[in-house]
């Protein structure tokens, strides 16, 4: 079985920086493909980063790219999200998930899930 926590989530004023990390535990199937969403009320629970914990490959959505980054520490089994230059928009629950490969974009298919991290950016 694979557990998953999220921490980091604050409030921040627009143009700030949050870090958020999620602890995990291995799992040599369901755990290849580490990624982060996020979902904001009303709206759909959207993909916004993922790596590959063996190779350290990252994506990212198009809506973050340049702003944020996804990074590992294997030696701690934690994965983070580097949010820069956060806007209003950025408001949502984030969330910290896994999966097998491959790192798919549809949340529907990642099977393991923490509870989220609220980020809050006021302008």
């Known amino acids: 079985q694979v557990q998953l926590g999220e921490s980091g989530g604050g409030s921040v004023q627009a143009g700030g920086s949050l870090r958020l990390s999620c602890a995990y535990s291995?799992?040599?199937?369901?755990?290849?493909?580490m990624g982060w969403f996020r979902q904001a009320p009303g709206k759909e629970r959207e993909k916004v980063a993922h790596?590959?914990?063996?190779?350290?490959?990252?994506e990212y959505a198009d809506s973050v790219k340049g702003r944020f980054s996804v990074s590992q520490d294997n030696g701690k089994n934690t994965v983070y999200l580097q949010m820069n230059s956060l806007q209003p928009a950025d408001t949502a629950m984030y969330y910290c998930?896994?999966?097998?490969?491959?790192?798919?974009?549809?949340?529907?298919?990642?099977?393991?899930w923490g509870q989220g991290t609220q980020v809050t950016v006021s302008s």
């Open positions: 291995k799992n040599r199937y369901s755990s290849n493909c």
């Open positions: 790596i590959f914990i063996l190779g350290g490959g990252t």
């Open positions: 998930a896994a999966r097998d490969i491959p790192c798919g974009i549809s949340a529907s298919e990642w099977p393991y």
